[in-house]
Nanobody
Framework: QVQLVESGGGLVQAGVSLRLSCVASGRTFSGYAMHWFRQAPGKEREFVAGISWTGDIINYANSVKDRFTISRDNAKNTVYLQMNSLKPEDTAVYYC???????????????WGQGTQVTVSS
């Protein structure tokens, strides 16, 4: 079956970096845009970043622009989220999501991962 499996989360201090990974399996993901979303306690899930299949279209939430970088390795069916200069407000469960076609910031997505916890202490 189709699976998106995130990893790389953890408990870190403010100012440091983390890299999240999401490995996709179970089908070919050719043509799929990949995304990262996050959900903090008591808040709605929000878009973080998205990247097209070819990598030529990349979108970021304003809150992470200039600190986070999304990338993908299609040969490894893996998408990454490099997070630098982490802040306590980045604390959330981070989810990977796949959507056929162009990246999107909202709407329906075809596949979701189970999430990985990122906790940033001050």
């Amino acid at each position: 079956q189709v699976q998106l499996v995130e990893s790389g989360g953890g408990l870190v201090q403010a100012g440091v970096s983390l890299r999240l990974s999401c490995v996709a399996s179970g089908r070919t993901f050719s043509g799929y845009a990949m995304h990262w979303f996050r959900q903090a306690p008591g808040k709605e899930r929000e878009f973080v970043a998205g990247i097209s299949w070819t990598g030529d279209i990349i979108n970021y939430a304003n809150s992470v622009k200039d600190r986070f970088t999304i990338s993908r390795d299609n040969a490894k069916n893996t998408v990454y989220l490099q997070m630098n200069s982490l802040k306590p407000e980045d604390t959330a469960v981070y989810y990977c999501a796949a959507r056929y076609g162009a990246p999107a910031t909202k709407g329906s997505f075809d596949y979701w991962g189970q999430g990985t916890q990122v906790t940033v202490s001050s």
